[in-house]
Protein backbone atom coordinates (compact mmCIF):
# COMPACT_ATOMS: atom_id res chain seq x y z
CA UNK A 1 0.00 0.00 0.00
CA UNK A 2 1.30 2.98 -0.97
CA UNK A 3 -0.91 5.76 -0.14
CA UNK A 4 -1.78 7.53 3.13
CA UNK A 5 -3.38 6.37 6.24
CA UNK A 6 -6.01 8.63 5.56
CA UNK A 7 -7.11 7.55 1.83
CA UNK A 8 -6.48 4.07 2.72
CA UNK A 9 -9.21 4.49 5.46
CA UNK A 10 -11.40 6.00 3.06
CA UNK A 11 -11.39 3.31 0.93
CA UNK A 12 -11.51 0.59 3.67
CA UNK A 13 -14.61 2.38 5.02
CA UNK A 14 -16.57 2.25 1.73
CA UNK A 15 -15.99 -1.01 1.56
CA UNK A 16 -16.83 -2.14 4.86
CA UNK A 17 -20.37 -0.05 4.62
CA UNK A 18 -21.11 -2.15 1.41
CA UNK A 19 -20.33 -5.43 3.69
CA UNK A 20 -22.39 -4.30 6.32
CA UNK A 21 -24.89 -3.31 3.70
CA UNK A 22 -25.14 -7.09 2.86
CA UNK A 23 -24.14 -8.49 5.92
CA UNK A 24 -25.37 -6.14 9.23
CA UNK A 25 -23.98 -8.66 11.89
CA UNK A 26 -20.38 -9.19 10.19
CA UNK A 27 -17.78 -8.99 13.56
CA UNK A 28 -16.36 -5.79 14.32
CA UNK A 29 -13.10 -7.46 15.47
CA UNK A 30 -12.60 -9.19 12.22
CA UNK A 31 -12.95 -5.40 9.97
CA UNK A 32 -10.60 -4.01 13.01
CA UNK A 33 -7.79 -7.01 12.19
CA UNK A 34 -8.36 -6.65 8.33
CA UNK A 35 -7.34 -3.00 8.49
CA UNK A 36 -4.39 -3.77 10.86
CA UNK A 37 -3.04 -6.25 8.22
CA UNK A 38 -3.67 -3.89 5.53
CA UNK A 39 -1.36 -1.07 6.66
CA UNK A 40 1.84 -0.65 5.75
CA UNK A 41 4.14 -2.51 8.03
CA UNK A 42 6.14 0.28 10.48
CA UNK A 43 2.75 1.33 11.09
CA UNK A 44 1.24 -2.11 11.43
CA UNK A 45 3.64 -2.92 13.48
CA UNK A 46 3.40 0.11 16.17
CA UNK A 47 -1.07 -0.10 15.74
CA UNK A 48 -0.72 -3.74 16.52
CA UNK A 49 1.34 -3.02 19.74
CA UNK A 50 -1.60 -1.36 21.42
CA UNK A 51 -4.32 -3.88 20.47
CA UNK A 52 -7.10 -1.53 19.44
CA UNK A 53 -9.92 -2.71 20.30
CA UNK A 54 -12.17 -0.75 17.90
CA UNK A 55 -11.70 0.22 13.75
CA UNK A 56 -12.06 3.88 15.44
CA UNK A 57 -9.14 3.33 17.73
CA UNK A 58 -7.26 1.30 15.30
CA UNK A 59 -7.45 4.32 12.80
CA UNK A 60 -6.96 7.54 15.02
CA UNK A 61 -3.58 4.68 16.10
CA UNK A 62 -3.03 4.62 12.77
CA UNK A 63 -2.80 8.26 11.91
CA UNK A 64 -0.55 8.89 14.92
CA UNK A 65 1.59 6.62 13.68
CA UNK A 66 2.00 7.95 10.63
CA UNK A 67 2.49 11.33 11.43
CA UNK A 68 5.17 10.39 13.83
CA UNK A 69 6.97 8.60 11.17
CA UNK A 70 6.51 11.51 8.57
CA UNK A 71 8.10 13.76 11.34
CA UNK A 72 11.21 11.40 12.12
CA UNK A 73 11.99 11.66 8.46
CA UNK A 74 12.06 15.77 8.20
CA UNK A 75 13.89 15.92 11.47
CA UNK A 76 16.29 13.25 9.77
CA UNK A 77 16.33 15.26 6.15
CA UNK A 78 16.86 18.47 7.95
CA UNK A 79 19.98 16.92 9.92
CA UNK A 80 21.97 15.17 6.80
CA UNK A 81 21.45 18.76 4.85
CA UNK A 82 22.72 20.40 8.26
CA UNK A 83 25.66 17.86 8.30
CA UNK A 84 26.53 18.17 4.78
CA UNK A 85 25.36 15.00 3.73
CA UNK A 86 22.98 14.93 1.12
CA UNK A 87 21.84 11.01 0.36
CA UNK A 88 23.86 8.36 2.40
CA UNK A 89 24.84 7.06 -1.39
CA UNK A 90 26.42 10.35 -2.50
CA UNK A 91 28.29 10.03 0.88
CA UNK A 92 29.45 6.92 0.70
CA UNK A 93 30.82 7.39 -3.32
CA UNK A 94 32.88 10.50 -2.25
CA UNK A 95 34.67 8.66 0.11
CA UNK A 96 37.44 7.42 -1.49
CA UNK A 97 39.36 3.39 -0.86
CA UNK A 98 42.67 3.68 0.51
CA UNK A 99 45.44 2.36 -1.70
CA UNK A 100 47.48 -0.15 -0.14
CA UNK A 101 45.45 -2.63 2.60
CA UNK A 102 47.00 -4.08 5.45
CA UNK A 103 47.61 -6.97 4.19
CA UNK A 104 49.72 -5.49 1.29
CA UNK A 105 52.36 -4.00 4.39
CA UNK A 106 55.10 -6.24 6.04
CA UNK A 107 55.19 -7.39 9.11
CA UNK A 108 59.01 -7.73 10.56
Known sequence: MSSSVTEYLE???????????????????????RF?????KEIRASVM???????????SLALLQ?????DTVMERSKYNKKAGF????SWSTSVTSPTRSFDDKKVS
Not at 11 to 27: G, K, M, T, W
Not at 49 to 59: E, F, I, K, N
Not at 66 to 70: D, I, M, S
Not at 86 to 89: G, V
Open 11 to 33: QFSDIVHQLHAHDPSFSPTVITN
Open 36 to 40: IDCLK
Open 49 to 59: MHRPPTLDTAS
Open 66 to 70: EEATQ
Open 86 to 89: ESRK
